[in-house]
């Protein structure tokens, strides 16, 4: 697990992806595209990146975590020694 809260890159990933959509829309209509055509090619872009941000934090997610590093106020482990008498 990593140490951000849950959903946190998903979260970023909608706002990036609201932003891209709003300026698809701005760049579409001053390009001179009709409003219809640039409002369906922000949502598609919407899609792409809302899901890759959703991907994202899938990952991060399912990702299980590292195994525990030894503590080091154990000491090293005894050995069995064989003394031949």
């Known amino acids: ?3 951000l809260r849950p959903y946190t890159i998903a979260r970023y990933g909608v706002y990036a992806a ?5 300026i698809s829309v701005w760049l579409g209509t001053r390009a001179g595209l009709a409003f219809d055509l640039a409002l369906l090619r922000s949502v598609f872009y919407f899609v792409i990146v809302a899901s890759l ?5 899938a990952v991060l ?8 590093a030894p503590s080091p106020s154990a ?3 005894p050995t069995e020694t064989l003394e031949l008498e």
Request: proline fraction near 25%.
């Open 61 to 68: 997610l399912l990702t299980p975590p590292p195994p525990p």
């Open 53 to 57: 941000g959703f991907g994202a934090e």
């Open 1 to 3: 697990m990593t140490g």
């Open 75 to 77: 000491g090293p482990e």
């Open 18 to 22: 609201a932003t891209v959509a709003v």
